[in-house]
């Protein structure tokens, strides 16, 4: 079983960067592709980004991508969400998930997962 510690949220003014991370507490994440999704207070769940067992591939939801960047750091068993540009909008608690994967290259583009975090809450002050 996965363990995943969200850790890196907090307060920054619009325009302003902030880099979240998620940390395997118990387990590895080798033989699992990653995903960052978040919930805003009254919204459904949006995934925002995904990267592949092998780093080799990444995707990003479109409310996202050119901001956000996600990476991987296997011997550390760590995964990163880089945010920049950020917008009051992406005001949510960020999870970060996991979901076995057989294919290394495969990532995963919708909120699925087997494990996920407790979350690290994300507030962008305008």
């Known amino acids: 079983q996965v363990q995943l510690v969200e850790s890196g949220g907090g307060l920054v003014q619009a325009g302003g960067s902030l880099r979240l991370s998620c940390a395997a507490s118990r387990g590895g994440l080798s033989n699992y592709a990653m995903t960052w999704f978040r919930q805003a207070p009254g919204k459904e769940r949006e995934f925002i980004a995904a990267?592949?067992?092998?780093?080799?591939?990444?995707h990003y939801a479109d409310s996202v991508k050119g901001r956000f960047t996600i990476s991987r750091d296997s011997a550390k068993n760590t995964v990163y969400l880089e945010m920049n540009s950020l917008k009051p909008e992406d005001t949510a608690i960020y999870y970060c998930?996991?979901?076995?994967?057989?294919?290394?290259?495969?990532?995963?583009?919708?909120?699925?997962?087997?494990?996920r975090g407790q979350g690290t809450q994300l507030t962008v002050s305008s």
């Open positions: 998930a996991a979901k076995f994967m057989i294919n290394a290259w495969r990532v995963v583009t919708g909120v699925e997962y087997d494990y």
């Open positions: 990267i592949s067992r092998n780093s080799d591939n990444s």
